[in-house]
C-alpha cells in the first residue's frame, strides 16, 4: 500500500539518491496542451537539498518541455522507480522553476553537484523542485533491470560547444525557445556561462 511522507530523509532520500534515473512529468495549464514526460539520467546530477527539495541538472537537448511549462505554472511530479533490490516507486509532486546562469542562486546551486562537470553537457538550467506531497508504494509491476553504466554520448556531443555556438544550436530548434504548444522556453541567447 502506499504511504504519505512528511520528509524526504532517511530511507526516502537513501533511495532517490541511489537511483541512476528517474522521470519528470509537466504539462501546460491548457486542457488540450502536451503533456511531457523525460526521463533523465546521469548519476550526480541530482541533488536533495533538503528535506522538502530537490533539484537537478537540465542539459542541452532538441526540447525544453519541461522547462516551458514550469515557467508558466510550477506543477511538477518525479518519479524513481527500483529496478534493482525491493520493489519501490516514489513521486514527488510539486512546484519546481528553472534557475538559469544569470540567476545569482546559480553558484550556490552548482555547489550541490560536485561530482558533475557542466561545461561537456551544455547546462542551461538547475530545476528546483519543492515537494508539496512526497509518496512511495509498492513497485511490484517494475521489472528488474541491470544498470551498466552511464552512456557517454551526451558529454562527447556536447563538449564542443561553448556558450556562443550552443546557443546557435537551441536557436536551430524548433521547441527550445518555445514549446510545442507556443509556451515561452528557454531564454534565447543563453546567459554566458559564470566564471568558476
Not at 26 to 43: H, Q, Y
Request: aromatic share 8%; charged share 25%; with cysteine.
Amino acid at each position: 500500500m502506499g504511504k504519505t511522507h512528511d520528509r524526504i530523509d532517511g530511507r526516502l532520500r537513501e533511495f532517490i539518491e541511489a537511483q541512476p534515473m528517474f522521470f519528470v512529468a509537466t504539462a501546460p495549464l491548457s486542457g488540450d496542451g502536451t503533456v511531457n514526460l523525460s526521463p533523465k539520467g546521469l548519476r550526480g546530477a541530482l541533488a536533495v537539498l533538503d528535506a522538502h527539495t530537490v533539484a537537478y541538472l537540465d542539459f542541452a537537448g532538441s526540447n525544453a518541455e519541461t522547462i516551458a511549462h514550469l515557467r508558466e505554472n510550477g506543477r511538477v511530479t518525479l518519479m524513481w522507480c527500483a529496478f534493482a533490490g525491493p520493489p519501490n516507486i516514489v513521486r514527488v509532486h510539486g512546484r519546481g522553476e528553472p534557475v538559469f546562469r544569470d540567476d545569482p542562486r546559480w553558484p550556490d546551486l552548482l555547489r550541490h553537484f560536485p561530482d558533475i562537470d557542466p561545461g561537456p553537457h551544455g547546462l542551461r538550467a538547475v530545476i528546483v523542485v519543492r515537494a508539496e506531497l512526497i509518496r512511495d508504494t509498492c513497485g511490484y509491476a517494475v521489472p528488474l533491470m541491470s544498470y551498466d553504466t552511464d552512456r557517454d554520448l551526451h558529454g562527447r556531443r556536447f563538449a564542443r560547444e561553448d556558450d556562443a555556438s550552443l546557443s546557435a544550436y537551441f536557436a536551430g530548434k524548433e521547441h527550445v525557445a518555445t514549446s510545442i504548444d507556443g509556451l515561452p522556453g528557454l531564454p534565447l541567447p543563453l546567459p554566458p556561462t559564470p566564471a568558476a
